[in-house]
């Protein structure tokens, strides 16, 4: 890196870009940490939409009167232009317009940034309490464009709908979580009673506007749903090429899927022999979960479990395989204050006063958790994963605000964290067969997902030969395919069928990441290393799968 680098033109645009989004949605300063964050939202309904375009055009023109002076220019140029791209073609086939599933939708980030805010001081339940009085305009504005979206005949599956409504209703329930936020604020030493007010009545206010969401989704929504659960290979397109930065043939894709699962699973088979001598891989996972060894009671317990492995991985990988920076080697691990089941990372804020932390959503009931299975997730969320992967963006100094802080492609992202899985069990640290095991069961749903998520949304034909895909034979195959339990595993399928495009980003990211590592290696001729590709792939911060392979063949 050279720190000299002084900003261009084209670092002034991105930072610019990078303004414009958070002025458009407020609340996203919170999600990337950036300091002193406002308190509102952004606007959801039609005019906001329309706004993000109108915004994305002009910024593009601004962009063509601009000449690259170096590579890092030439990178930022190449993603800026994707990315004003994937928003223009979004809105050209309404995407906005059924924007409603179980995961990342505005029915989810509406709540969601409340995870974020701080809590521990009267300033910040100020902050809390305004943000809650937001959120009934917040949520108006989001059903007045899904209303739109009635009118053009573009709406989202009726699976989707049922299932966000129900998330709506449980939030917005008398011990739900809206409401539960007084009981948080009158811990706080010397919290106001005026304050106190203020939080109980926005807060009802908010969980009323949630209650009024989950109404419409039911009575005016659902009717004007479609019955599909898939989005058709137009929409498919443009969404999957959004989440990786790259296009894909999506039918050389699906076939990819079918061989790699297929592949996965005779590893599977091969390690089940390691841990019992002529056991099926259903005989050794059951050998497995009844080892007390790799078996942790209560969610205390998994959080010192999680801190101790992230912990270890940092120093020792910091040692030997990477670099990584002083500042970025603290991760806090978390217990979620949702009962989703998913486990997730969130990036450190920008003057790193609020660490990387990785959150486990603990489901309903679940006490008990193997080790076996979730020690390759703390390495995809942590280091070498997530984690390692925000460090060096955060850290280089030649980067503009928006590519260190503001942008993210999944494929990009999520394949480095899978790749990043892979990686632990080439450098040792899945060499228990157990834990390997338990990689190797995440790599098979991660392939059996781009299968799944390919078929539904364009109607391939099933792999057992029956007709084409569809909901009751998706949840078959991921049943087969994973080891989650009910709730979860439909929680999941709901997921792959709402967020088209996203779930086939960790497999088929990963194995870009491995060719371009692959291509990497041998066009230097043993003069790199794999720290060499390592620190310089991740140096460019999160970019689109095309944009890091120009980069990295110059």
């Known amino acids: 890196m050279n720190s000299a680098r002084s900003a261009t033109a084209i670092d002034a645009l991105a930072n610019d870009w990078l303004d414009t989004l958070v002025s458009l949605n407020p609340s996203l300063g919170v999600f990337l940490g950036l300091p002193d964050p406002s308190t509102g939202y952004g606007d959801y309904s039609p005019s906001g939409n329309q706004a993000l375009v109108q915004a994305a055009t002009a910024a593009a023109a601004r962009l063509a009167t601009l000449t690259p002076i170096d590579a890092v220019d030439t990178v930022t140029a190449a993603e800026l232009s994707q990315t004003w791209k994937s928003i223009i073609e979004s809105a050209t086939i309404g995407r906005e317009l059924r924007d409603v599933n179980n995961i990342a939708s505005p029915v989810q980030s509406v709540r969601d940034v409340f995870d974020l805010m701080p809590d521990t001081t009267v300033s910040d339940w100020e902050d809390i309490s305004e943000r809650l009085s937001r959120v009934p305009a917040a949520l108006a504005g989001y059903t007045t464009t899904l209303r739109l979206g009635i009118t053009k005949n573009t709406t989202p599956a009726r699976r989707q709908i049922s299932f966000a409504a129900e998330q709506a209703a449980e939030w917005s329930a008398p011990k739900g979580f809206f409401r539960s936020l007084l009981t948080r604020a009158a811990s706080v030493h010397n919290i106001p009673a005026a304050l106190l007010k203020d939080i109980d009545r926005h807060s009802d206010q908010a969980a009323n506007a949630y209650a009024q969401l989950s109404d419409f989704f039911t009575t005016e929504l659902t009717p004007a749903g479609t019955e599909a659960d898939g989005v058709g290979r137009e929409h498919y397109t443009i969404a999957s090429h959004d989440f990786l930065g790259a296009k894909l043939d999506l039918d050389e894709t699906y076939e990819w899927g079918l061989e790699e699962l297929s592949h996965i699973i005779r590893e599977q088979h091969t390690v089940a022999e390691e841990i019992v001598s002529g056991a099926s891989l259903a005989e050794a996972i059951d050998h ?18 999680m801190q101790e492995m992230s912990d270890q991985a940092v120093a020792e990988l910091g040692e030997k395989h990477f670099t990584i920076p002083p500042e970025m080697r603290t991760l806090e691990c978390m217990i979620a204050p949702t009962q989703t089941g998913g486990i997730y990372y969130t990036r450190p804020s920008t003057d790193l006063s609020r660490p990387g932390r990785m959150w486990w959503s603990v489901a309903p009931g679940v006490t008990d958790f193997t080790t076996w299975r979730e020690l390759t997730t703390v390495y995809h969320e942590g280091v070498p994963g997530h984690h390692l992967q925000v460090a060096h963006s955060m850290m280089n100094s030649d980067l503009n605000n928006w590519r260190r802080d503001g942008h993210w492609v999944s494929g990009h992202g999520e394949g480095w964290a899978l790749y990043a899985e892979r990686l632990m069990a080439e450098l040792g640290y899945l060499d228990d067969p157990g834990d390997r095991l338990g990689m190797l069961g995440e790599q098979r749903m991660r392939a059996a997902r781009v299968v799944l998520d390919v078929g539904t949304h364009l109607g391939k034909k099933r792999p057992d030969g029956n007709g084409v895909w569809d909901y009751e ?17 439909r929680f999941e399928v709901n997921r792959y069928l709402g967020w088209p495009g996203q779930a086939p980003s960790y497999s088929v990211g990963q194995r870009i990441w491995e060719q371009l590592r692959d291509d990497y290696l041998s066009s230097h001729g043993g003069t790199k290393t794999l720290r060499d590709f390592h620190s310089e792939a991740l140096s460019f911060g999160s970019i689109g799968i095309e944009t890091l392979r120009s980069a990295l063949s110059r």
């Open 288 to 305: 497995l979960n009844n080892d007390p060894s790799r078996i942790i009671h209560g969610t205390a317990a998994l959080r010192e479990w």
């Open 473 to 489: 034979y998706a949840l078959r195959f991921m049943r087969a395919n994973s080891n989650m339990d009910e709730e979860q595993l």
